[in-house]
């Protein structure tokens, strides 16, 4: 008995351990919307076809107070950064300006249009992250920073293409 509980538990440990690789990797979904999304479990990065036009998400579970009370804020996205590297205006970060939707869930803030397409060409490229986060200019010219967020890039050529595919 003690033999099978073992040899149960050590085949579970290696499944969960996939799974655990695998939620870090961009899925797809087809039917009427069709998506393509990773989520680390603080957010959500997302790729859909909505009435054939392109729209990038960005979903924050449990948004910063600076988030949650901003009117507009900026966006920005980076690809294969070092952990810990901060957005930079002067560098390889990307900016959009929206207004950040905050609702009961969290906050997010939705692109459409050639920054959407611009985006979803610079995450097919990426190849081990995307990281976005909210950003805002300081009275001292700097940038602020929230909610930054970390994504793998493992499946996001293939899931984002599978969108692009169906959304002229």
Not at 23 to 37: K, L, S, T
Request: glycine letters at 12%; a positive charge.
């Amino acid at each position: 008995m003690v033999r099978v509980l073992f040899a149960v538990l050590a085949l579970a440990l290696p499944v969960a351990a996939l799974g655990q690789a695998n939620g870090a990797d961009w899925n797809y979904e087809g039917g009427a919307v069709p998506i393509a999304y990773v989520d680390n479990a603080a957010a959500q990065f997302q790729f859909a076809c909505r009435g054939g036009d392109l729209a990038m998400g960005f979903w924050v579970r449990a948004p910063h107070r600076q988030v949650a009370a901003a009117a507009v804020l900026s966006l920005a996205l980076d690809i294969d950064r070092a952990k810990g590297a901060r957005v930079d205006a002067g560098g390889g970060s990307r900016f959009a300006q929206d207004m950040p939707l905050i609702h009961s869930d969290g906050a997010s803030m939705i692109i459409r249009g050639p920054v959407a397409r611009q985006w979803a060409g610079l995450a097919q490229r990426a190849k081990s992250s995307i990281a976005l986060a909210f950003v805002r200019s300081s009275a001292k010219g700097t940038l602020d920073m929230f909610d930054a967020q970390r994504f793998g890039a493992g499946g996001s050529s293939a899931a984002i293409g599978r969108v692009l595919d169906q959304c002229g």
